[in-house]
């Protein structure tokens, strides 16, 4: 579906974030962003992430949202009614096909999946659930980027970042404390995860300004 109602964003390069160079060298196409705090800027850097990707690469970038957070991306951009994420993956019943969960913003140069309108009861979710819609998305993307919540916020994080080619890190520096960094950085390597990189946010603000002024 095409994004007409979506607000619109402008993506900015921010300084402290140059991952494209190591995911195009390793030729990583799922990626997955996480942080060890909640509010550490992890959509922002997602979106600059899909950005670069598609201005860099010559096949088509997907955003993925898989935040549970009341803030996450599908809040801000008002596509809190469109199917996404979360349908593909729990709804059984009567199962979206993905071009119709699949948003497309004319002034982003990628797609966006939203997290979804399924309400979610007693499901978990599981690598047997989300293994075949990675595997689709994989195959009709270049590049998949995944924002997703803090390690300790979400019990989804630890399933996603272990079915994924590549997990990178955000960090807060104002309220990101090193040993609790260190340790979610543990967690997700001990339970099989990829670690690729990390991005270091200086921001003082959760959303950066050009966001906020582009909602």
């Known amino acids: 579906m095409d994004g007409s109602s979506a607000k619109s964003l402008s993506i900015a390069n921010?300084?402290?974030?140059?991952l494209t160079s190591t995911v195009l060298d390793q030729d990583?196409?799922?990626?997955f962003l996480t942080a060890a705090n909640p509010?550490?800027?992890?959509?922002?850097?997602?979106?600059?992430?899909?950005?670069?990707?598609a201005k860099m690469s010559s096949g088509e970038v997907l955003l993925v949202?898989?935040?549970?957070?009341?803030?996450?991306?599908?809040?801000?951009?008002?596509l809190t009614k469109e199917r996404g994420f979360r349908d593909l993956l729990f709804n059984t019943q009567s199962p979206p096909l993905l071009q119709d969960c699949v948003v497309n913003v004319s002034s982003l140069?990628?797609?966006?999946?939203?997290?979804?309108?399924?309400?979610?009861?007693?499901?978990?979710?599981t690598p047997e659930r989300l293994g075949p819609l990675l595997d689709q998305l994989g195959s009709q993307y270049r590049f998949v980027v995944i924002?997703?919540?803090a390690v300790y916020s979400a019990a989804d994080t630890m399933i996603i970042s272990t079915q994924v080619d590549g997990?990178?890190?955000?960090?807060?520096?104002?309220?990101?404390r090193w040993e609790v960094a260190q340790a979610a950085v543990q967690r997700l390597t001990q339970a099989g995860a990829k670690l690729?990189?990390?991005?270091?946010?200086?921001?003082?603000?959760?959303?950066?300004?050009?966001?906020?002024?582009?909602?």
């Open 14 to 18: 921010p300084s402290e974030s140059n």
């Open 28 to 31: 990583l196409r799922i990626l």
């Open 39 to 53: 509010g550490a800027g992890t959509t922002t850097s997602a979106l600059a992430l899909a950005s670069q990707l």
């Open 65 to 78: 949202d898989a935040s549970q957070s009341s803030t996450n991306l599908t809040q801000q951009m008002g």
């Open 109 to 125: 140069p990628f797609h966006i999946l939203p997290n979804g309108r399924y309400v979610r009861g007693t499901e978990h979710l």
């Open 147 to 149: 924002d997703g919540d």
């Open 167 to 176: 997990v990178i890190m955000v960090v807060r520096s104002e309220d990101t």
């Open 196 to 215: 690729v990189g990390s991005v270091f946010n200086r921001r003082k603000y959760y959303m950066p300004k050009w966001l906020y002024k582009n909602l």
